[in-house]
C-alpha cells in the first residue's frame, strides 16, 4: 500500500524537476518565459540575417526541418508565409510559419500555427531570431520559442516546460550548423 502511495509523489516530484530544470524560463525580467538558444558566428550579423531570411538554406542548416516551401510574399519579410515539412516526402509533421516583424539585421519574429500529425500540440508560438553585433564583427545568433500573450495558459506552459528540453537540442544543431555554413563562406 505504501508503494502505491510513492507512485503519485514521485510523478509530482518528476514534474516539479522538470520545470524547475527547464530550459523554458524568463531570461529578462520584462520578457515572457521562453527557451532562448544562442552561439556566435565570426560573421557580421547582416550576412546571417540574410543566410535565415532565405527559406532554401533550411535543408542545409536545420537538423528537424527536411525543406521549407514559401506561400507567399517575400521570403524572410514581414507578412511573408511559409510551410515547413519534416520530411521530403511531405508525410510527416508540418506548421505554418508568417513573418510579422522585421528588424532588419536585428530581429525576425515569426508566428508559428496550422501544426500538423505532431502527438503534442501548441498554440499561439512565436519564434524570433535575434541577431545581435559584437566585436571584431562577431554575430551573437539567438534563436527563441513563447507563447503569445493570450495563449500563455498554465498547460501550454506545461508542455513547454518538458518539451523544451528536447527542442533545446535541436536549436543547438541548427545553430551549430549555421555557424559553420556561414563561417565557412
Same mark, same amino acid.
Given at each position: 500500500?505504501?508503494?502505491?502511495?510513492?507512485?503519485?509523489?514521485?510523478?509530482?516530484?518528476?514534474?516539479?524537476?522538470?520545470?524547475?530544470?527547464?530550459?523554458?524560463?524568463?531570461?529578462?525580467?520584462?520578457?515572457?518565459?521562453?527557451?532562448?538558444?544562442?552561439?556566435?558566428?565570426?560573421?557580421?550579423?547582416?550576412?546571417?540575417?540574410?543566410?535565415?531570411?532565405? $527559406?532554401? &538554406?533550411?535543408?542545409?542548416?536545420?537538423?528537424?526541418?527536411? &525543406?521549407?516551401?514559401?506561400?507567399?510574399?517575400?521570403?524572410?519579410?514581414?507578412? $511573408?508565409?511559409?510551410?515547413?515539412?519534416?520530411?521530403?516526402?511531405?508525410?510527416?509533421?508540418?506548421?505554418?510559419?508568417?513573418?510579422?516583424?522585421?528588424?532588419?539585421?536585428?530581429?525576425?519574429?515569426?508566428?508559428?500555427?496550422?501544426?500538423?500529425?505532431?502527438?503534442?500540440?501548441?498554440?499561439?508560438?512565436?519564434?524570433?531570431?535575434?541577431?545581435?553585433?559584437?566585436?571584431?564583427?562577431?554575430?551573437?545568433?539567438?534563436?527563441?520559442?513563447?507563447?503569445?500573450?493570450?495563449?500563455?495558459?498554465?498547460?501550454?506552459?506545461?508542455?513547454?516546460?518538458?518539451?523544451?528540453?528536447?527542442?533545446?537540442?535541436?536549436?543547438?544543431?541548427?545553430?551549430?550548423?549555421?555557424?559553420?555554413?556561414?563561417?565557412?563562406?
Amino acid at each position: 500500500m505504501k508503494k502505491l502511495k510513492l507512485i503519485p509523489t514521485t510523478f509530482v516530484l518528476i514534474i516539479l524537476c522538470l520545470i524547475v530544470f527547464s530550459p523554458f524560463r524568463k531570461y529578462e525580467r520584462k520578457q515572457p518565459k521562453m527557451l532562448k538558444v544562442s552561439t556566435t558566428i565570426q560573421a557580421n550579423p547582416c550576412e546571417v540575417f540574410d543566410y535565415l531570411g532565405n $527559406s532554401n &538554406h533550411a535543408s542545409d542548416w536545420s537538423s528537424y526541418v527536411s &525543406h521549407i516551401t514559401p506561400l507567399q510574399g517575400e521570403d524572410g519579410q514581414v507578412g $511573408s508565409l511559409r510551410r515547413c515539412f519534416k520530411d521530403q516526402a511531405e508525410l510527416k509533421e508540418q506548421w505554418d510559419e508568417e513573418t510579422v516583424l522585421v528588424e532588419n539585421c536585428q530581429k525576425r519574429r515569426l508566428t508559428i500555427f496550422n501544426l500538423q500529425k505532431f502527438s503534442i500540440k501548441a498554440n499561439g508560438l512565436m519564434t524570433e531570431q535575434i541577431y545581435e553585433s559584437l566585436k571584431n564583427g562577431q554575430c551573437k545568433l539567438s534563436f527563441t520559442l513563447f507563447f503569445m500573450p493570450q495563449q500563455n495558459t498554465w498547460w501550454q506552459q506545461l508542455k513547454m516546460y518538458v518539451l523544451s528540453y528536447y527542442i533545446e537540442g535541436i536549436f543547438k544543431k541548427n545553430l551549430r550548423n549555421i555557424k559553420t555554413l556561414v563561417e565557412a563562406t
